[in-house]
Each structure stands twice: as structure tokens, then as C-alpha cells.
């Protein structure tokens, strides 16, 4: 698998398994009624922040990440990122892959920790996944998720020091 930057043609890759997961509801705190438009810019960040996307060995996208700074001003010193990897390829280390690479450049960027503000506590492979690359929970905001399965649902906010 490769990882690389992200460029605005991936877009037409990327759109479809974005937005299953996005209309879902179940893992991101984006409107479920996102428009194709609205996601792209959501998502494809300018530079310094960064977009990437996985791709498998016949170059089809498998994932995509994007990585900024959790805050401006006094608070830039702390990475953030998002992951989203096509539900037909999940269970085949593609997130961990995604997840790696964006711990990676926060260290080579100078970012002193990576903090992940929204993890619902119901996507336990993904908290499982934070977990086992060396990020805490740090707090829960009770009830701050809206699943459309499971009801009102903790969101977790997630630390490692890099």
C-alpha cells in the first residue's frame, strides 16, 4: 500500500465511500446531508494542512486522511487528523497505515502531541486502533453524539504526546 498527497482528481475516488460513511451517521459529527461540493472542501485541506490517500496495488484509493493543527494561534502546537478508509477494505490494516503516517509527519512537523476531538465511543475499532498507537482518552462528553442506532452516545477526546 502507498500513501501519498492527496491531489483534487482522488476526489471522484475518495466521494463514494465518503459519503456512505458520512450519510451513516454513525462515526463522523458532519451533517449526514453533506453535499459532494461541501465534502471536498471539508476535506481536501490546503497547505500547511495536509490530505492523503491510500492506495492499493493497482492504484485504486483504499483510504484517505487528513491532517491539520487541532487549534490556531497559542494552541497550534497540537495535530489533529481524521481517517476514512472504504468500507470494502476495512479489516486490512489501512486505517492503522493512515494512522502511522499521520502520527509520523505531526512528529516531523514539529507538533509536540496529536489530539482527536470527536471519537465516538461507539466506533471501538477505531478507539481500539488510538489505543494501541499510544493515544488516552482523556474525557468523554456525555451523551455529545447523536448515533442514529444506539441514541445519545459519549464522544472522546484522545491525546498522545509525540
Not at 488516552?136 to 491525546?159: D, I, K, N, S, W
Request: glycine fraction near 10%.
Amino acid at each position: 500500500m502507498l500513501i501519498r498527497e492527496a491531489v483534487a482528481e482522488d476526489w471522484a475516488a475518495i466521494w463514494p465511500f465518503f459519503h456512505e460513511i458520512v450519510a451513516a451517521g454513525e462515526t463522523f459529527t458532519y451533517p449526514v446531508d453533506l453535499t459532494r461540493e461541501q465534502g471536498r472542501d471539508w476535506w481536501l485541506l490546503p497547505a500547511p494542512d495536509r490530505t492523503v490517500v491510500a492506495v492499493d496495488d493497482d492504484g485504486a484509493v483504499v483510504g484517505t486522511a487528513k491532517m491539520n493543527t487541532n487549534q490556531r494561534g497559542n494552541g497550534s502546537h497540537v495535530a489533529s487528523a481524521s481517517y476514512m478508509v472504504d468500507p470494502a477494505h476495512s479489516g486490512r490494516g489501512v486505517g492503522r497505515a493512515l494512522c502511522e503516517y499521520t502520527v509520523a509527519w505531526a512528529r516531523a512537523a514539529g507538533f509536540r502531541a496529536m489530539q482527536f476531538n470527536a471519537v465516538v465511543e461507539t466506533n471501538t475499532h477505531a478507539v481500539e486502533l488510538y489505543r494501541s498507537l499510544g493515544f488516552e482518552v482523556l474525557g468523554t462528553v456525555p451523551e455529545g453524539f447523536r448515533h442514529p442506532a444506539r441514541g445519545y452516545v459519549g464522544l472522546h477526546v484522545m491525546h498522545r504526546v509525540l
